[in-house]
């Protein structure tokens, strides 16, 4: 019998390629998981132990899985358009989902895999159940297209790359470009998802840095302006990209409160965790 909140490793075959994942605690038989996407240069070990901490706040176990091009998973061939959104937020979240027995989901996700958590909710209605994004890059400006040439800098030319390789190996340039490529183009500010917004429903909260290096007013203005779901978004001061880190009791306490708007009480999945 699997112990409460135990890590273990997986490989499994979604969207026509190998992708390495781990869960906590006893994921699937049709149990509500928490399903992490990470950010556009993360993985699960970036992650850290932060995977674990939602597990013990929420009696729910988790679920974090290395995209395609990240990680331990299948190196990427090719570039990417910014479409691969939709198609990692749609289809092959959907085949991640049906490989692991999840019929309800709360996605956390964070940057890029923050947008991704808001599309699948739009993409699998029946599935999700609400949604934690921190820093997600709903809506793209000039100043996000800006600040990619800086991080294109970091990765060249100030280290980013070595402390990349840490965590994504041999997969490190071409995952670092597969990000770039797309989002470092003034085709970029043409992303919109809009539409996705409009329909979500499930209760959705979003967290962000007030001193965010590629920005959240524009995602945020886009959350107001096209969404009807029952939203909480909080800005914090002093904090940058990854709120989700850096604001740990802001963190667990919002966490709390969404499983509350979804009609779940942490306290009372971690007692029944127990039993």
Same mark, same amino acid.
């Given at each position: 019998?699997?112990?409460?909140?135990? &890590?273990?490793?997986?490989?499994?075959?979604?969207?026509?390629?190998?992708?390495?994942?781990?869960? =906590?605690?006893?994921?699937?038989?049709?149990?509500?998981?928490?399903?992490?996407?990470?950010?556009?240069?993360?993985?699960?070990?970036? =992650?850290?132990?932060?995977?674990?901490?939602?597990?013990?706040? /929420?009696? +729910?176990?988790?679920?974090?899985?290395?995209?395609?091009?990240?990680?331990? /998973?299948?190196?990427?061939?090719?570039?990417?358009?910014? /479409?691969?959104?939709?198609?990692?937020?749609?289809?092959?979240?959907?085949?991640?989902?049906?490989?692991?027995?999840?019929?309800?989901?709360? &996605?956390?996700?964070?940057?890029?895999?923050?947008?991704?958590?808001?599309?699948?909710?739009?993409?699998?209605?029946?599935?999700?159940?609400?949604?934690?994004?921190?820093?997600?890059?709903?809506?793209?400006?000039?100043?996000?297209? #800006?600040?990619?040439?800086?991080?294109?800098?970091?990765?060249?030319?100030?280290?980013?790359?070595?402390?990349?390789?840490?965590?994504?190996? #041999?997969?490190?340039?071409?995952?670092? +470009?597969? =990000?770039?490529?797309?989002?470092?183009?003034?085709?970029?500010?043409? =992303?919109?998802?809009?539409?996705?917004?409009?329909?979500?429903? %499930?209760?959705?909260?979003?967290?962000?840095?007030? #001193? #965010?290096?590629?920005? +959240?007013?524009?995602?945020?203005?886009?959350?107001?302006?096209?969404?009807? &779901?029952?939203?909480?978004?909080?800005?914090?001061?002093?904090?940058?990209?990854?709120?989700?880190?850096?604001?740990?009791?802001?963190?667990?306490? &919002?966490?709390?409160?969404?499983? %509350?708007?979804?009609?779940?009480?942490?306290?009372?999945? /971690?007692?029944?965790?127990?039993?």
């Amino acid at each position: 019998m699997m112990k409460k909140n135990e &890590m273990k490793e997986h490989e499994l075959f979604a969207g026509g390629h190998r992708l390495a994942a781990t869960t =906590w605690g006893d994921v699937g038989n049709g149990q509500p998981t928490i399903v992490m996407m990470h950010g556009g240069l993360d993985c699960i070990t970036t =992650w850290k132990d932060l995977p674990q901490v939602l597990a013990e706040a /929420s009696g +729910w176990p988790v679920l974090a899985y290395d995209r395609y091009g990240y990680g331990r /998973s299948e190196s990427l061939v090719g570039g990417r358009e910014p /479409s691969y959104r939709r198609e990692e937020a749609g289809p092959v979240l959907g085949e991640v989902l049906r490989h692991f027995g999840i019929h309800k989901a709360l &996605m956390f996700g964070h940057s890029d895999g923050g947008a991704m958590s808001v599309l699948a909710a739009a993409a699998h209605p029946e599935l999700v159940c609400g949604v934690f994004a921190c820093s997600p890059t709903m809506a793209v400006d000039q100043f996000m297209v #800006d600040a990619m040439a800086v991080a294109r800098r970091a990765f060249e030319q100030d280290g980013l790359r070595e402390k990349l390789r840490r965590h994504h190996g #041999d997969n490190t340039d071409t995952m670092f +470009w597969g =990000w770039y490529e797309p989002w470092a183009s003034p085709q970029a500010l043409q =992303w919109d998802m809009s539409v996705e917004l409009a329909a979500v429903r %499930c209760p959705v909260s979003v967290l962000f840095g007030n #001193d #965010d290096e590629y920005g +959240w007013r524009p995602s945020a203005i886009a959350l107001f302006r096209h969404g009807l &779901m029952p939203l909480e978004v909080t800005a914090l001061p002093g904090v940058g990209h990854h709120p989700q880190q850096r604001a740990r009791g802001e963190t667990r306490s &919002m966490l709390q409160r969404l499983f %509350c708007r979804i009609g779940r009480s942490p306290s009372a999945e /971690s007692k029944n965790a127990d039993q």
